[in-house]
Protein backbone atom coordinates (compact mmCIF):
# COMPACT_ATOMS: atom_id res chain seq x y z
CA UNK A 1 0.00 0.00 0.00
CA UNK A 2 2.90 2.82 0.68
CA UNK A 3 4.68 1.47 -2.58
CA UNK A 4 1.09 2.37 -4.37
CA UNK A 5 0.56 5.51 -2.44
CA UNK A 6 4.30 6.60 -3.07
CA UNK A 7 3.40 5.83 -7.21
CA UNK A 8 0.52 7.86 -6.87
CA UNK A 9 1.99 10.59 -5.76
CA UNK A 10 5.05 10.34 -8.19
CA UNK A 11 1.98 10.41 -10.87
CA UNK A 12 0.76 13.93 -9.76
CA UNK A 13 3.39 15.30 -9.57
CA UNK A 14 4.65 14.44 -12.76
CA UNK A 15 1.16 15.32 -14.50
CA UNK A 16 1.92 18.79 -12.76
CA UNK A 17 5.07 19.12 -13.78
CA UNK A 18 4.49 18.37 -17.11
CA UNK A 19 1.28 20.42 -17.45
CA UNK A 20 3.26 23.45 -15.64
CA UNK A 21 6.72 22.51 -18.75
CA UNK A 22 3.76 23.45 -21.44
CA UNK A 23 2.53 26.16 -19.58
CA UNK A 24 5.53 27.84 -19.39
CA UNK A 25 5.91 27.88 -22.83
CA UNK A 26 2.35 29.27 -23.55
CA UNK A 27 3.04 32.33 -21.07
CA UNK A 28 6.30 33.15 -22.80
CA UNK A 29 3.86 33.92 -26.07
CA UNK A 30 1.58 35.90 -24.36
CA UNK A 31 -1.52 32.99 -24.78
CA UNK A 32 -4.18 33.50 -22.33
CA UNK A 33 -4.50 29.67 -20.95
CA UNK A 34 -0.45 29.77 -19.19
CA UNK A 35 1.12 28.37 -16.57
CA UNK A 36 -1.32 27.17 -14.03
CA UNK A 37 -3.97 26.43 -16.59
CA UNK A 38 -2.18 23.46 -17.90
CA UNK A 39 -0.43 22.22 -14.96
CA UNK A 40 -3.90 21.82 -13.60
CA UNK A 41 -5.62 20.74 -16.53
CA UNK A 42 -2.56 18.05 -16.93
CA UNK A 43 -2.86 16.90 -13.18
CA UNK A 44 -6.69 17.20 -13.14
CA UNK A 45 -6.16 14.16 -16.07
CA UNK A 46 -4.27 12.19 -14.33
CA UNK A 47 -5.86 12.14 -11.18
CA UNK A 48 -8.44 11.01 -13.42
CA UNK A 49 -6.80 8.21 -14.57
CA UNK A 50 -5.94 6.63 -10.90
CA UNK A 51 -9.26 6.16 -10.49
CA UNK A 52 -9.25 3.22 -13.07
CA UNK A 53 -5.38 2.33 -12.69
CA UNK A 54 -5.94 1.84 -8.50
CA UNK A 55 -9.63 0.27 -8.81
CA UNK A 56 -8.89 -2.14 -7.24
CA UNK A 57 -8.28 0.43 -3.99
CA UNK A 58 -11.52 1.44 -3.44
CA UNK A 59 -13.84 -1.43 -5.20
CA UNK A 60 -13.99 -3.82 -3.09
CA UNK A 61 -17.19 -6.14 -4.51
CA UNK A 62 -15.44 -9.44 -6.36
CA UNK A 63 -15.50 -9.00 -10.09
CA UNK A 64 -17.19 -12.40 -10.28
CA UNK A 65 -20.27 -11.24 -8.07
CA UNK A 66 -21.07 -7.82 -10.40
CA UNK A 67 -19.43 -6.04 -13.35
CA UNK A 68 -19.08 -2.52 -13.02
CA UNK A 69 -18.00 0.54 -14.44
CA UNK A 70 -17.53 3.42 -12.64
CA UNK A 71 -15.53 5.60 -14.53
CA UNK A 72 -18.66 6.07 -16.89
CA UNK A 73 -20.02 8.28 -13.71
CA UNK A 74 -16.62 10.16 -13.88
CA UNK A 75 -17.68 11.33 -17.24
CA UNK A 76 -20.74 12.01 -16.96
CA UNK A 77 -19.51 15.06 -14.24
CA UNK A 78 -16.49 15.95 -15.89
CA UNK A 79 -18.98 16.73 -19.14
CA UNK A 80 -21.33 18.10 -17.08
CA UNK A 81 -18.68 20.46 -15.23
CA UNK A 82 -17.23 21.53 -18.29
CA UNK A 83 -20.51 23.52 -18.79
CA UNK A 84 -20.17 25.23 -15.45
CA UNK A 85 -16.22 25.88 -15.95
CA UNK A 86 -17.41 27.48 -19.83
CA UNK A 87 -19.25 29.92 -17.74
CA UNK A 88 -16.39 31.14 -15.59
CA UNK A 89 -14.38 32.32 -18.85
CA UNK A 90 -14.84 35.69 -19.88
CA UNK A 91 -14.28 37.49 -23.00
CA UNK A 92 -13.66 41.22 -23.24
CA UNK A 93 -12.23 42.68 -26.81
CA UNK A 94 -9.16 40.50 -27.48
CA UNK A 95 -8.56 39.19 -23.56
CA UNK A 96 -9.58 36.46 -22.08
CA UNK A 97 -9.98 35.44 -18.33
CA UNK A 98 -11.30 33.31 -16.13
CA UNK A 99 -9.19 30.33 -17.87
CA UNK A 100 -7.70 29.51 -14.33
CA UNK A 101 -10.95 29.78 -12.36
CA UNK A 102 -12.76 27.13 -15.04
CA UNK A 103 -9.06 24.38 -14.43
CA UNK A 104 -10.16 24.97 -10.48
CA UNK A 105 -13.65 24.30 -10.75
CA UNK A 106 -12.47 21.09 -13.26
CA UNK A 107 -10.02 19.57 -10.87
CA UNK A 108 -12.34 20.64 -7.71
CA UNK A 109 -15.00 18.39 -9.49
CA UNK A 110 -12.28 15.13 -10.00
CA UNK A 111 -11.63 16.07 -6.25
CA UNK A 112 -15.33 15.50 -5.35
CA UNK A 113 -14.79 12.01 -7.20
CA UNK A 114 -11.66 10.76 -5.09
CA UNK A 115 -13.98 11.81 -1.86
CA UNK A 116 -17.15 9.93 -3.35
CA UNK A 117 -15.22 6.39 -3.44
CA UNK A 118 -12.95 7.27 -0.66
CA UNK A 119 -9.81 7.51 -2.77
CA UNK A 120 -8.74 9.78 0.11
CA UNK A 121 -4.58 9.90 -0.35
CA UNK A 122 -4.28 11.24 -3.71
CA UNK A 123 -7.48 13.75 -3.15
CA UNK A 124 -4.97 15.04 0.13
CA UNK A 125 -2.26 15.18 -2.56
CA UNK A 126 -4.64 17.09 -5.26
CA UNK A 127 -5.73 19.73 -2.69
CA UNK A 128 -2.58 20.51 -1.72
CA UNK A 129 -0.92 20.59 -5.00
CA UNK A 130 -3.83 22.29 -6.35
CA UNK A 131 -3.86 24.99 -3.75
CA UNK A 132 -0.16 25.36 -4.42
CA UNK A 133 -0.71 25.74 -8.47
CA UNK A 134 -3.19 28.57 -7.17
CA UNK A 135 -0.67 30.44 -4.79
CA UNK A 136 2.73 29.76 -5.13
CA UNK A 137 2.48 29.36 -8.99
CA UNK A 138 0.91 32.38 -9.23
CA UNK A 139 4.19 34.16 -7.76
CA UNK A 140 6.36 32.02 -10.09
CA UNK A 141 4.50 33.39 -12.96
CA UNK A 142 4.81 36.95 -12.17
CA UNK A 143 8.39 36.79 -11.76
CA UNK A 144 9.36 34.67 -15.13
CA UNK A 145 10.06 36.09 -18.45
CA UNK A 146 7.16 36.51 -20.80
CA UNK A 147 6.23 38.67 -23.85
CA UNK A 148 3.45 41.28 -23.15
CA UNK A 149 1.24 41.10 -26.17
CA UNK A 150 -1.04 44.61 -26.85
CA UNK A 151 -4.13 45.19 -29.37
CA UNK A 152 -2.86 48.67 -30.34
CA UNK A 153 -5.73 50.98 -31.98
CA UNK A 154 -4.16 54.47 -33.91
CA UNK A 155 -6.45 56.93 -35.51
CA UNK A 156 -4.19 60.26 -36.82
CA UNK A 157 -5.42 63.31 -38.82
CA UNK A 158 -4.46 62.38 -42.21
CA UNK A 159 -2.81 65.70 -43.22
CA UNK A 160 0.21 65.49 -40.76
CA UNK A 161 0.12 61.97 -40.19
CA UNK A 162 3.32 59.60 -39.91
CA UNK A 163 4.01 57.75 -42.47
CA UNK A 164 4.28 54.00 -42.07
CA UNK A 165 8.26 53.95 -41.73
CA UNK A 166 7.73 56.66 -39.29
CA UNK A 167 4.74 55.09 -36.79
CA UNK A 168 6.73 51.63 -37.01
CA UNK A 169 9.97 53.78 -36.03
CA UNK A 170 8.26 55.41 -33.01
CA UNK A 171 6.45 52.08 -31.44
CA UNK A 172 9.85 50.20 -32.03
CA UNK A 173 11.92 53.03 -30.38
CA UNK A 174 9.42 51.82 -27.19
CA UNK A 175 10.64 48.61 -27.67
CA UNK A 176 7.75 46.52 -29.26
CA UNK A 177 7.59 44.43 -32.39
CA UNK A 178 4.96 45.07 -34.77
CA UNK A 179 2.43 42.22 -36.14
CA UNK A 180 -0.84 42.64 -38.17
CA UNK A 181 -0.49 45.54 -39.43
CA UNK A 182 -3.51 47.54 -40.87
CA UNK A 183 -5.00 50.42 -42.54
CA UNK A 184 -8.15 52.23 -43.01
CA UNK A 185 -9.44 55.56 -44.20
CA UNK A 186 -12.48 56.96 -42.33
CA UNK A 187 -14.35 60.47 -42.23
CA UNK A 188 -14.12 61.07 -45.80
CA UNK A 189 -10.33 60.78 -46.17
CA UNK A 190 -9.86 63.12 -43.24
CA UNK A 191 -8.70 60.50 -40.48
CA UNK A 192 -6.17 57.75 -41.20
CA UNK A 193 -6.61 53.96 -38.71
CA UNK A 194 -3.86 51.92 -37.97
CA UNK A 195 -4.29 48.85 -35.81
CA UNK A 196 -1.85 46.33 -35.09
CA UNK A 197 -0.73 43.68 -32.29
CA UNK A 198 2.82 44.95 -30.65
CA UNK A 199 5.00 42.51 -28.42
CA UNK A 200 7.53 44.02 -25.91
CA UNK A 201 9.42 41.82 -23.27
CA UNK A 202 9.43 44.87 -20.88
CA UNK A 203 5.20 45.37 -19.47
CA UNK A 204 6.10 49.42 -18.60
CA UNK A 205 7.15 49.79 -22.40
CA UNK A 206 3.04 50.75 -23.01
CA UNK A 207 2.99 53.65 -20.15
CA UNK A 208 6.01 54.93 -22.08
CA UNK A 209 4.37 54.79 -25.59
CA UNK A 210 1.38 56.56 -24.38
CA UNK A 211 2.62 59.37 -23.25
CA UNK A 212 4.77 59.45 -26.44
CA UNK A 213 1.50 59.60 -28.14
CA UNK A 214 -0.71 61.57 -26.03
CA UNK A 215 2.60 64.68 -26.87
CA UNK A 216 1.78 63.74 -30.47
CA UNK A 217 0.18 66.48 -32.34
CA UNK A 218 -1.51 64.11 -35.43
CA UNK A 219 -3.01 61.73 -33.03
CA UNK A 220 -7.14 62.06 -32.38
CA UNK A 221 -6.92 58.98 -30.45
CA UNK A 222 -5.45 55.71 -29.79
CA UNK A 223 -5.78 52.72 -27.72
CA UNK A 224 -3.68 50.03 -26.07
CA UNK A 225 -5.21 47.00 -24.77
CA UNK A 226 -3.14 44.01 -23.29
CA UNK A 227 -4.42 40.68 -24.93
CA UNK A 228 -3.38 38.02 -22.11
CA UNK A 229 -4.91 36.20 -19.77
Not at 20 to 41: D, K
Given at each position: ???????????????L??G??????????????????????CM????????????????????????L????????????I?????????????????????????????????????F???????????????????Q???????L????F???L?R???????G?????E?H??????????????G?????????????????G?????????E??????????G?
Open positions: MATDNLEMLFRLVAGIAAAIGFERSYHGRPAGFRTHALVTSSLLMLVTAYETHWMRISGDLIRDPTRMAQGIMTGGFLGAGAILRDGLSVRGLTTAASIWITAAIGILAGIGYFPLVVSVVLTLGVLSVFRIEARMPSAYFHELRTSKALNEALRALVSGFSIANFSYRLDADRVLRHDMVIRSSDRTSARLSETLERTSVLEFRIAPTD
